[in-house]
């Protein structure tokens, strides 16, 4: 005689605190990234992440006092670059937690109709990829509102300092989500049965 044994599916915020702790160390992992790495003139990142270096003469004030915030001084605000790097990713949580199940969304949806298993190595890179991708594209409009809080750059490196927060935001979220997806599987593991 055998035996059935019954589990019980996971509960559907079970999806939910899995992205929102995903959520949380991306967004500050990633702005913290940004903050030291991007904004404070690393060459980690190449040409395309660094902001050209303007004439300090031809800058207006508000142009100074963000490059000064970027560089680690303070902003026009009277606020320490921690504390700049503090606000923009704890304003960042709610995007980050929207792109990532925005990610896990399309990702399950193809592994499921293509018969691919949660715990495959595709199900695992197409969710980092994604996540990367979408978090790359929703950072332009953050960093035009993140410009406007820190005083803005001049006009002429408004695009090249976008591209930068972009590519930025796309290698370091590329790196945690793959990470963790490796060490932890996708947020939908288990669930994927049940869908």
Not at 55 to 70: D, F, G, Q, V
Not at 133 to 157: C, H, K, R, W, Y
């Amino acid at each position: 005689m055998s035996t059935v044994v019954l589990t019980a599916p996971p509960r559907p915020n079970a999806l939910f605190l899995r992205v929102s702790a995903l959520g949380a160390v991306v967004a500050y992992a990633v702005g913290w990234a940004v903050h030291n790495f991007y904004l404070n003139g690393s060459s980690h990142l190449g040409h395309l992440g660094r902001l050209p270096e303007p004439r300090l003469e031809n800058l207006t004030p508000a142009a100074k006092a963000a490059l000064a915030s970027h560089a680690g001084l303070v902003s026009h605000h009277g606020e320490s670059a921690g504390g700049s790097f503090l606000r923009d990713a704890t304003l960042s949580v709610p995007l980050t937690l929207a792109v990532l199940l925005l990610a896990v969304m399309l990702v399950r949806k193809l592994t499921s109709r293509n018969g691919v298993d949660a715990d495959s190595m595709q199900a695992r890179l197409g969710f980092a990829v994604a996540a990367a991708t979408l978090a790359a594209i929703a950072s332009i409009p953050f960093a035009l509102v993140q410009n406007g809080l820190d005083g803005g750059v001049l006009p002429t490196e408004l695009g090249a300092h976008l591209a930068g927060v972009a590519l930025a935001t796309l290698r370091y979220t590329f790196a945690i989500t793959l990470g963790a997806s490796l060490f932890f599987g996708v947020p939908w593991k288990g669930m994927e049965s049940h869908s």
